[in-house]
């Protein structure tokens, strides 16, 4: 038997500038892909620094909508998830964190989106058809997410574990969540939804925010 499968530890890649290509479709459809966000080490250690914040009981069921509104629908929404920030005592997922600031930076810069805050949630959906039905992550007009970042986390992610990301932008294009794959949307402007899953299935999604103009000043 190997000691391990895993490749070695490294730092994860430099998060680059969007390409023309990316920040045409981000434009014209409101979303790109991008492989190899992480790094293969660090997105392995990542799922397994999500598997045991999991084995240490620190995901909830997922809810829809805010405030009082707040509720759990499994069948709406079956994922379990948790604040990234809650955890950032854990080297993997500060490095996580330190490539989705990264990539704050470089769609600031490509995209001149002037986007301030981000937060971070792990979520695991369980298998056994748990999905996510059709939404959008900010209702458009309020001030609120702009920008939402995905990154999976699933190395042996096969076809038929459905779990597809499914958009509705032109084409009707679907993402599987396959390990170290990136998926940058609009939040207002694209509605989408995870197809049942069959498998065990984990991301770290991060949104993007403007600062809001109603907020005090100090
Ligand atoms: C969400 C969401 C999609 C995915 O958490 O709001 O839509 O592919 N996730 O995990
Ligand atoms: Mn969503």
């Given at each position: 038997?190997f000691?391990?499968?895993?490749?070695?530890?490294?730092?994860?890649?430099?998060?680059?500038?969007?390409?023309?290509?990316?920040?045409?479709?981000?434009?014209?459809?409101?979303?790109f892909v991008?492989?190899?966000?992480?790094?293969?080490?660090?997105?392995?250690?990542?799922?397994?620094?999500?598997?045991?914040l999991?084995?240490?009981?620190?995901?909830?069921?997922?809810?829809?909508?805010?405030?009082?509104a707040?509720?759990?629908?499994?069948?709406?929404?079956?994922?379990?998830?948790?604040?990234?920030?809650?955890?950032?005592?854990?080297?993997?997922?500060?490095?996580?964190?330190?490539?989705?600031?990264?990539?704050?930076?470089?769609?600031?810069?490509?995209?001149?989106?002037?986007?301030?805050?981000?937060?971070?949630?792990?979520?695991?959906?369980?298998?056994?058809?748990?999905?996510?039905?059709?939404?959008?992550?900010?209702?458009?007009?309020?001030?609120?997410?702009?920008?939402?970042?995905?990154?999976?986390?699933?190395?042996?992610?096969?076809?038929?574990?459905?779990?597809?990301?499914?958009?509705?932008?032109?084409?009707?294009?679907t993402?599987?969540?396959?390990?170290?794959?990136?998926?940058?949307?609009?939040?207002e402007?694209?509605?989408?939804?995870?197809?049942?899953?069959?498998?065990?299935?984990?991301?770290?999604?991060?949104?993007?925010?403007?600062?809001?103009?109603?907020?005090?000043?100090?």
């Amino acid at each position: 038997m190997f000691a391990s499968t895993l490749p070695p530890a490294g730092c994860p890649p430099p998060v680059l500038p969007l390409s023309d290509l990316e920040l045409r479709r981000l434009a014209d459809a409101g979303w790109f892909v991008r492989e190899g966000f992480l790094g293969a080490s660090l997105a392995h250690e990542a799922r397994a620094a999500c598997v045991r914040l999991a084995e240490a009981d620190g995901l909830r069921a997922a809810g829809i909508r805010r405030g009082a509104a707040h509720t759990v629908d499994r069948a709406l929404r079956g994922d379990e998830a948790a604040w990234l920030d809650d955890h950032l005592d854990d080297p993997a997922l500060r490095a996580v964190a330190a490539q989705f600031e990264a990539l704050r930076g470089v769609v600031n810069e490509g995209a001149w989106l002037g986007l301030t805050e981000l937060n971070l949630q792990v979520a695991r959906y369980p298998g056994g058809g748990a999905r996510y039905r059709r939404h959008l992550d900010a209702f458009p007009g309020s001030v609120n997410r702009v920008l939402t970042a995905i990154v999976y986390l699933n190395p042996a992610w096969q076809p038929e574990h459905g779990g597809r990301l499914a958009l509705w932008t032109p084409g009707r294009p679907t993402v599987d969540p396959v390990l170290d794959r990136l998926v940058v949307f609009l939040s207002e402007r694209v509605p989408h939804a995870v197809e049942p899953a069959w498998a065990e299935r984990w991301a770290i999604t991060g949104w993007f925010r403007k600062p809001d103009p109603a907020a005090p000043l100090l």
